[in-house]
């Protein structure tokens, strides 16, 4: 049978979310945020979390609302971007970071849901990620409190790999442009970024979607994503839906 995987709002769908869980969050810079799920988050009041996402939000937005009221307390993330407070924190010690390339976290997020434990790739050779001492965590006074660890490397071919460990998460957060109620989801241009793969992630997803529709109305060759990665949907309203955030306003003349 069929199963419906529809609840009422956000805050339902998080309601077992406990102090520090892990999150996988899609989106790339604030385009295809989870928005709503990501206020629900803050709602609930937990602490101590652990984030996964390209960029943790801006000041004032996103994840950034969540950094801001020390609620996250590690960031697995492959750029600090457009927040000031992330990088405040960072650099102050209080906030351990974990900055990887932006292809590596792709697939080490891929690789997690696909029940891969670590794959090679050349990303990464002959610097700080393969060879360790990346700040993962400054001391107040600006020295490294820890720092990462250094990376098996082995050569296929000749060619020097560094080895890379998948990243699997308690939840996943994830928005997408139409989905059905057995969670298969279609994603929108720019929106298909990190979605996907962080929902891949999750060991409960919950995907906010613009438009819910019936088993079925999905063409199945259009799919993104299939329910199979996902256990919880939340239909968003009209107003939710079509809320759209970006980083910079830009006014071409």
């Known amino acids: ?31 295809g945020i989870p928005a709503v799920l990501i206020e629900a988050l803050h709602a609930s009041g937990v602490s101590g979390i ?13 994840l950034g ?29 209080e906030l351990e970071v974990e900055l990887t390339p932006q292809g590596s976290l792709a697939e080490r997020l891929r690789a997690g849901g696909t029940g891969i434990p670590a794959f090679y790739t050349p990303a990464g050779v002959g610097t700080a990620v393969a060879n360790g001492g990346l700040p993962w965590r400054h001391a107040p006074d600006g020295t490294v409190a820890v720092a990462s660890p250094p990376k098996e490397v082995r050569e296929f071919d000749g060619v020097p790999y560094i080895l890379e460990r998948a990243i699997t998460t308690d939840y996943a957060l994830v928005r997408a442009a139409a989905g059905d109620r057995e969670g298969n989801l279609v994603f929108r241009r720019a929106a298909r970024n990190f979605n996907p793969l962080a929902a891949m992630a999750g060991r409960i997803t919950v995907a906010e979607v613009e438009r819910l529709v019936e088993p079925g109305a999905l063409d199945p060759d259009h799919i993104h994503l299939p329910g199979v990665f996902v256990d919880r949907v939340v239909p968003l309203t009209p107003k939710q839906a079509a809320a759209k955030y970006v980083e910079k306003r830009t006014v071409i003349p």
């Open 1 to 31: 049978m069929p199963r419906d995987k529809v609840i009422a709002t956000a805050g339902e769908a998080l309601a077992d979310v406990r102090d520090g869980a892990s999150f996988a969050v899609g989106g790339f810079g604030l385009s």
């Open 65 to 93: 609302v969540l950094l801001a009221d020390r609620r996250i307390g590690r960031v697995i993330a492959s750029y600090i971007g457009e927040n000031k407070e992330f990088a405040r924190q960072y650099l102050a010690g």
């Open 50 to 62: 652990s984030v996964v996402s390209n960029n943790c939000g801006v000041d004032g937005g996103g």
